[in-house]
C-alpha cells in the first residue's frame, strides 16, 4: 500500500505545453506539500496545503498552479512549460502540530523533462 | 536562501566502516530532521531530533544535535553497500506556518563492498 503515491513518474513534454502531476495521500496527514528537486538535487518548496487550504506559495510563477480538491489530494498543473521547469518534483504529506511538521513522506517523484 | 549546508558533498567509504555527516543551520529550530534518498526515489524520513534533545539512536543511526552551534550530525555506523544514498538535513523554522521544511544541499554517500 502507497502511502503517497503520484503520477505520471516521468513526463517528456514540449516546450508552451501544458501538464499535471496528481499526487495522493493515504495516511490521513492534514498537510500536503510540493517540493522541486534541481538536477544539483537541492529541494525547495513550491506550496503547502493544509486541509484543502492554501498555506505557502513560495514565489512560484503563476503558471504552476497547485489544486487540493480534499486533504487526501494535492494535483499540480503547469501552463505554458518552459525549459527550465525540468527539474523532479515531488510530493510530501506530514502531520503538522502548532506548526511544527513532523516527518514527511514522500512520493517517488515526477521527472519532468522539457524539450 | 539555504538554511543548511551539509559537509562533506561527497563521501566514500568501504562496508563495514563508519560515516559521518554533518549539518549546520542559521536560524532557531524546534527539530531537526534527517532523510535519505537512493538514486531515482523518492526521500525516506530517517529521524527526528527535537531542539531539548542532544542525541538520539535508531539502529545503526546516531544523531546529534548542538543548538549553540546550530549544527547536526549523522552518524552511520558498520555501512553496508545498501546505505549508499544521498543523505539530508532538514530544518523547520520555529515560527514557520504550514510545515515548511528547508533541506541542506545533501551529502552523497558512497559505500563500497
Known amino acids: 500500500d502507497t502511502a503517497v503515491s503520484q503520477t505520471p513518474k516521468y513526463l517528456v513534454t514540449q516546450m508552451g505545453n501544458d501538464k499535471s502531476i496528481k499526487c495522493e495521500q493515504n495516511?490521513?496527514?492534514?498537510?500536503m506539500y510540493w517540493y522541486k528537486q534541481d538536477s544539483k538535487k537541492f529541494l525547495k518548496i513550491m506550496f503547502s496545503?493544509?486541509?484543502?487550504?492554501?498555506?505557502i506559495n513560495e514565489t512560484v510563477p503563476n503558471r504552476f498552479s497547485p489544486k487540493s480538491p480534499d486533504k487526501a489530494h494535492l494535483n499540480l498543473h503547469i501552463n505554458s512549460l518552459e525549459l527550465g521547469d525540468s527539474a523532479v518534483y515531488f510530493c510530501?504529506?506530514?502531520?503538522?502540530?502548532?506548526?511544527?511538521?513532523?516527518?514527511?513522506?514522500f512520493g517517488s517523484g515526477t521527472r519532468l523533462t522539457v524539450v | 536562501s539555504q538554511q543548511g549546508e551539509e559537509d562533506p558533498q561527497a563521501l566514500s567509504i568501504q562496508e563495514g566502516e563508519n560515516a559521518t555527516m554533518n549539518c549546520s543551520y542559521k536560524?532557531?529550530?524546534?527539530?531537526l530532521q534527517w532523510y535519505r534518498q537512493n538514486s531515482g526515489r523518492g526521500l525516506v524520513h530517517l529521524i527526528l531530533?527535537?531542539?531539548?534533545?542532544r542525541e538520539k539512536h535508531s539502529g545503526r543511526l546516531r544523531v546529534t544535535l548542538d543548538t549553540s552551534k546550530k549544527s547536526s550530525s549523522l552518524l552511520i555506523t558498520a555501512s553496508r553497500a545498501a546505505d549508499t544514498a544521498s543523505y539530508f538535513c532538514?530544518?523547520?523554522?520555529?515560527?514557520?506556518?504550514?510545515?515548511?521544511?528547508?533541506f541542506g544541499q545533501g551529502t552523497e554517500l558512497s559505500v563500497k563492498p
Open positions: 532538514a530544518t523547520p523554522l520555529i515560527y514557520n506556518q504550514g510545515g515548511k521544511l528547508i
Open positions: 495516511l490521513g496527514h492534514d498537510t
Open positions: 536560524t532557531s529550530i524546534n527539530n
Open positions: 531530533i527535537r531542539s531539548n534533545e
Open positions: 496545503y493544509n486541509n484543502k487550504e492554501l498555506i
Open positions: 510530501a504529506s506530514s502531520q503538522v502540530r502548532r506548526s511544527r511538521p513532523y516527518g514527511y513522506t
